[in-house]
């Protein structure tokens, strides 16, 4: 491929230069917010291999993409996913490759995982209690997950952090308990506002619980939270420090507060479409290229397509707002 000198930059400026590949559209649980409890997975046929999403990163690291975040469905469930990251790792422009993961895999593979090239882990914890993990999951796995996040602690992983999603009516409880086992654990928490991406599609907005509401829960036990400087204004999250030194904390609010005016994010799904947005309707066919042994600059093109189609914003607070056909775990969160 020619290496192109002009980057992913769409109509607004946002340069993309963060990508997010799903590795796979299946998991071990089956959280409400995001996938079915009857699921048809795709045929495994359907997924990119590990050669194809390669050849795909290598097309978009041509054009400034430089940051990877593996996720799916959940990416541990996906055979040899070490294999993967050991080979995403050695593509000379990469230099930041992290995993969004549920968890219950975690201890047994962190150390491959590390070992392989990855250097940050999301873990997702939306609670510490049983009832809540199995209320929002619908199986059992919340010791698993506490499990996986002490050896990845163990193993020094270059940043680990907690991502919970907050639910009205569900995990008002597990604000104070979250916030306290991060202190105390000494790891970034960040609330994750429930969006409009559940596969069976009964998400209300009086279930967003907001930013700001879970803010005020935090701030009214552990005294105040300050604005934390803002390394790079891409970043989904809105970022505070406890005033008495202990942690971290971060608010993603796609609900309350949209941040697409910064959003350097794309992403391309186990079967190989790309999408410029998680609330995207349309999709470009990245397999289809491979497949046929298309050439890079064929790549480049849909890259550079779906960069430029890209809107402002995701809308979920318009009337004309449409939610995408694919749920979640189809896209890769
Ligand atoms: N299985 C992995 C996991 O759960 O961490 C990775 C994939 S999951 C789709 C990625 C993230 O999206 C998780 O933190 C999950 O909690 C979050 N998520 C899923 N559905 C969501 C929704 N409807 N609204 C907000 N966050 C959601
Ligand atoms: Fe699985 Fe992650 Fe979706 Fe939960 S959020 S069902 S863990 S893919």
Same mark, same amino acid.
């Given at each position: 491929?020619?290496?192109? *000198?002009?980057?992913?930059? /769409?109509?607004l ?7 997010r590949?799903s ?8 959280c409400?917010?995001?996938? *079915?409890?009857? $699921?048809?997975? !795709? ?20 054009? +400034? ?5 593996l996720?799916g469905?959940?990416p !541990? ?16 422009? %990469? ?5 969004? @993961?549920?968890? $219950?895999?975690?201890?047994e593979?962190?150390? /491959?995982?590390k070992e ?6 999301? %873990? ?9 993990f199995?209320r %929002?999951? #619908?199986r059992?796995?919340?010791? #698993? $997950? ?30 104070? =308990?979250?916030g306290?086992?991060? #202190?105390h654990?000494q790891l ?7 969006? =409009?991406l ?14 700001a @509401? ?21 970043? *989904? ?6 005033? /008495?030194g +202990? ?6 609010n ?11 994010? !794309? ?10 947005c !998680? ?12 497949r ?8 480049e ?6 960069i430029a189609?890209k809107?402002? +914003? ?5 009337d004309?707002? $449409? #939610? ?7 896209? +890769?969160?």
């Amino acid at each position: 491929m020619s290496r192109s *000198p002009i980057p992913l930059v /769409d109509s607004l400026g946002r340069r993309h230069n963060n990508l997010r590949i799903s590795v796979t559209d299946r998991c071990n649980i089956r959280c409400f917010y995001c996938m *079915p409890e009857q $699921v048809q997975f !795709l045929p495994r046929a359907e997924l990119l291999t590990f050669e194809e999403i390669v050849r795909f990163v290598r097309a978009a690291a041509a054009l +400034g993409v430089n940051k990877l975040r593996l996720t799916g469905g959940e990416p !541990l469930v996906r055979a040899h996913l070490s294999e993967l990251i050991r080979q995403l790792a050695d593509i000379p422009e %990469i230099n930041d490759i992290a995993l969004t @993961t549920n968890g $219950v895999l975690l201890a047994e593979q962190a150390a /491959d995982l590390k070992e392989a090239g990855l250097q940050r882990l999301n %873990i997702s914890l939306d609670g510490l209690r049983e009832e809540t993990f199995q209320r %929002i999951a #619908r199986r059992e796995g919340l010791q #698993r $997950v506490l499990e996986g996040i002490q050896v990845a602690q163990q193993l020094g992983f270059e940043k680990i952090r907690l991502n919970a999603v907050a639910i009205a009516g569900i995990t008002e409880e597990e604000i104070v =308990p979250l916030g306290e086992f991060a #202190r105390h654990q000494q790891l970034e928490l960040r609330f994750i506002e429930f969006m =409009p991406l559940d596969a069976e599609g009964n998400w209300q907005q009086d279930q967003v619980l907001s930013g700001a @509401t879970i803010r005020g829960c935090l701030e009214k036990e552990f005294g105040a939270l300050v604005p934390a400087n803002r390394k790079d204004a891409s970043q *989904p999250a809105v970022d505070y420090v406890f005033a /008495d030194g +202990g942690g971290r904390i971060g608010f993603i609010n796609p609900v309350t507060q949209p941040f697409c005016s910064d959003c350097n994010r !794309l992403r391309i799904t186990a079967e190989g479409k790309i999408r410029n947005c !998680l609330f995207s309707t349309t999709e470009w066919d990245a397999r289809e290229v491979i497949r046929r042994g298309g050439e890079d600059h064929e790549l480049e093109a849909l890259l550079r397509d779906c960069i430029a189609a890209k809107k402002p +914003g995701h809308g979920i607070d318009s009337d004309e707002f $449409v #939610r995408p056909q694919r749920a979640m775990y189809e896209i +890769g969160g």
